[in-house]
């Protein structure tokens, strides 16, 4: 399966979502442009160069995944207060450009502070199982 991320403009429940994609949302994935962004505007261009591959989800396409905001998604990005933040499957935001401290088995550790929450997409589900999805499935021929 693929690192998915979302990307919002704003955080909480009233973000704007303008996109998803299925591969290598992690940050170190994530384009530079998209991290570096000093402005809502240099944010917005930079994740719509990144949503312009095939395998990527645009709001008129609906919401890509089966689960009903980005608590469940590996990263959400979100540019608010003149920067860009993240959140791995609903943690409290983080930036993305420090590193986080690592437990012993190597795993990044949650900063402090509340859960982050996002917008209720439910009603905007166009689940797909294909490029979009992240989701590699294998076929096996029987016989």
Same mark, same amino acid.
């Given at each position: 399966?693929?690192?998915?991320?979302?990307?919002?403009?704003?955080?909480? /429940?009233?973000?704007?979502?303008?996109?998803?994609?299925?591969?290598?949302?992690?940050?170190?994935?994530?384009?530079?442009?998209? /991290?570096?962004?000093?402005?809502?505007?240099?944010?917005?261009?930079?994740?719509?160069? /990144?949503?312009? +591959?095939?395998?990527?989800? /645009?709001?008129?396409?609906?919401?890509?995944?089966?689960?009903?905001?980005? @608590?469940?998604?590996?990263?959400?990005?979100?540019?608010?207060?003149?920067?860009?933040?993240?959140?791995?499957?609903?943690?409290?935001?983080?930036?993305?450009?420090?590193? @986080?401290?690592?437990?012993? +088995?190597?795993?990044?550790?949650?900063?402090?502070?509340?859960?982050?929450?996002?917008?209720?997409?439910?009603?905007?589900?166009?689940?797909?199982?294909?490029? @979009?999805?992240?989701?590699?499935?294998?076929?096996?021929?029987?016989?």
């Amino acid at each position: 399966m693929g690192t998915r991320a979302d990307f919002y403009v704003g955080r909480g /429940l009233e973000a704007e979502w303008i996109g998803s994609y299925p591969w290598d949302g992690h940050p170190e994935g994530i384009g530079a442009d998209v /991290l570096n962004a000093k402005s809502e505007q240099s944010y917005r261009s930079a994740v719509a160069d /990144l949503l312009t +591959d095939d395998r990527a989800t /645009l709001p008129e396409q609906g919401w890509p995944w089966p689960w009903d905001d980005s @608590r469940t998604t590996d990263f959400a990005y979100a540019f608010d207060s003149d920067k860009v933040w993240a959140s791995g499957y609903g943690s409290p935001w983080f930036d993305p450009l420090i590193s @986080r401290a690592r437990d012993e +088995d190597g795993d990044p550790v949650d900063p402090p502070g509340p859960l982050a929450t996002f917008p209720d997409m439910s009603e905007r589900k166009a689940v797909t199982y294909g490029e @979009r999805s992240g989701l590699i499935m294998i076929s096996i021929p029987k016989g």
